[in-house]
C-alpha cells in the first residue's frame, strides 16, 4: 500500500512515517527542500517534490497512492503570535486541503486522513465532550479556517475521509513544549484567574499511533470524525504547577483574567481560557493512548529533553 503524506518531516509526520515504513508501507513524503528529501530518505520514505499549493502536480505526484494523510501544519513558534503568523497554517488548512481533495478524486485514492484540533469547541464551561458533540454555532475568527477545512471533508459526497481532532501536542522535540517548560521554569507561564478550566493533552507519540490505527481500519472507520487525547483531562493550573516543580521552577504567578485582558491578544486568551473534557471516542475501536494522562507524557518528555 503506498501512502502518501503531507508534512512528513514535522512533530506528527516524522513519527507517523517512521511508524508506517516499519510496518513495510510505502511511504511517499511531500518534499519541498533538499533537507526535506535527506530527512525522508533517512527515515525509509520516498521523497517526491512538490508544492502543497500546486493543484496539478500535486495529483501527479499522487497519482499512485492509495492514501493521502494530511498532516501539515505550520504553527508560529513565537509565544505570542500575531494574526498574520498563522497565515501559512490556515491556508494548508483551506487551499492545501482542497488541492489533495481534487488529487484523491483525480486518481480515485480511497483513503483521505485529516489532521484537525478539539479547539474548535471554545470555552464551554466545563462540559462533557464527545466525538458526536456539535461545534459551536459561531466560532471565532481564529478557528474558522480549521471548521472550513472539515467542511470541505464531510460535505463531499463520496470522500472515505478520517478526521481526527487532536489535542494539545506536547513533546521533547516540540518547539512549543519547549517553550512552556522554558516558561514555567522562569516563571513566565502564569496561572490566569482560578485556572481550574480543563485542558485535554495527547503526546506526540500517542497521536501518530492514533493516525496510524486510522489507516489500518480505514474502511470501518471511514466519513467519521474522532477527538483524540489522552481523555485525563487536567487542570490548567496543575498543569503549569507540575511543568514549573519538573523544571524546578519558581511557584506560578496567579492573575485575574481583567489583567491577562490587557497583556494577551484575545485569540491567545481564549485558547488559554478553554474549558472542556474530552471523553473516549469508543468507536475509534480498541486504539489506547500509551500515556494515559499529561504526568506520565511529561516524565517521557524530560527524559528525553536533554537529547533532542
Known amino acids: 500500500m503506498k501512502v502518501f503524506i503531507t508534512g512528513a518531516t514535522g512533530i506528527l509526520g516524522k513519527r507517523v512515517t517512521q511508524s508506517l515504513a516499519k510496518l513495510n508501507y510505502e511511504v511517499i513524503g511531500l518534499a519541498r527542500s533538499q533537507k526535506n528529501v535527506e530527512q525522508l530518505t533517512h527515515m525509509g520514505a520516498?521523497?517526491?517534490?512538490?508544492?502543497?499549493?500546486?493543484?496539478?502536480?500535486?495529483?501527479?505526484?499522487t497519482a499512485d497512492c492509495n492514501a493521502i494523510l494530511h498532516l501539515a501544519t505550520k504553527i508560529p513558534a513565537n509565544a505570542t503570535p500575531k494574526e498574520k503568523d498563522w497565515e501559512m497554517n490556515n491556508r494548508i488548512r483551506t487551499e492545501?486541503?482542497?488541492?489533495?481533495?481534487?488529487?484523491?478524486?483525480?486518481n480515485g485514492i480511497d483513503t483521505?486522513?485529516?489532521?484537525?484540533?478539539?479547539?474548535?469547541?471554545?470555552?464551554?464551561?466545563?462540559?462533557?465532550?464527545?466525538?458526536?458533540t456539535p461545534l459551536p454555532?459561531?466560532?471565532?475568527a481564529a478557528m474558522l479556517p480549521n471548521v472550513q477545512m472539515e467542511e470541505l471533508l464531510t460535505q463531499h459526497p463520496t470522500l472515505s475521509y478520517i478526521i481526527l481532532r487532536f489535542g494539545f501536542f506536547y513533546s521533547a522535540d516540540s518547539i512549543q513544549t519547549q517553550g512552556m517548560l522554558d516558561g514555567c521554569r522562569n516563571g513566565k507561564f502564569p496561572i490566569i484567574g482560578?485556572?481550574?478550566?480543563?485542558?485535554n493533552m495527547i503526546h506526540a507519540d500517542d497521536a501518530a499511533s492514533a493516525v496510524v490505527h486510522a489507516l489500518q481500519n480505514a474502511p470501518k472507520l471511514a466519513r467519521t470524525t474522532f477527538n483524540i487525547t489522552d481523555f485525563s483531562p487536567v487542570r490548567y493550573s496543575d498543569l503549569i504547577k507540575a511543568?514549573?516543580?519538573?523544571?524546578?521552577?519558581?511557584?506560578?504567578?496567579q492573575i485575574p483574567t481583567w489583567l491577562a485582558r490587557l497583556f494577551i491578544?484575545?485569540?491567545?486568551?481564549?485558547?488559554?481560557?478553554?474549558?472542556?473534557?474530552?471523553?473516549?471516542?469508543?468507536?475509534?475501536?480498541d486504539w489506547k493512548p500509551s500515556y494515559a494522562s499529561f504526568e506520565e507524557g511529561l516524565k517521557a518528555v524530560l527524559a528525553k529533553r536533554g537529547t533532542i
Do not use: V
Open 112 to 132: 483521505f486522513i485529516q489532521q484537525s484540533i478539539i479547539f474548535m469547541y471554545g470555552h464551554q464551561h466545563g462540559a462533557n465532550i464527545y466525538s458526536h
Open 46 to 61: 520516498e521523497p517526491r517534490a512538490g508544492d502543497l499549493f500546486k493543484p496539478q502536480q500535486l495529483q501527479e505526484i
Open 243 to 253: 511543568m514549573a516543580k519538573a523544571t524546578g521552577g519558581k511557584t506560578p504567578k
Open 194 to 199: 482560578k485556572g481550574d478550566n480543563y485542558w
Open 265 to 285: 491578544r484575545k485569540s491567545m486568551l481564549d485558547f488559554l481560557m478553554n474549558d472542556y473534557k474530552i471523553q473516549p471516542a469508543p468507536d475509534f475501536g
Open 96 to 106: 492545501g486541503t482542497q488541492n489533495l481533495i481534487k488529487a484523491a478524486e483525480t
Open 137 to 140: 454555532e459561531n466560532c471565532t
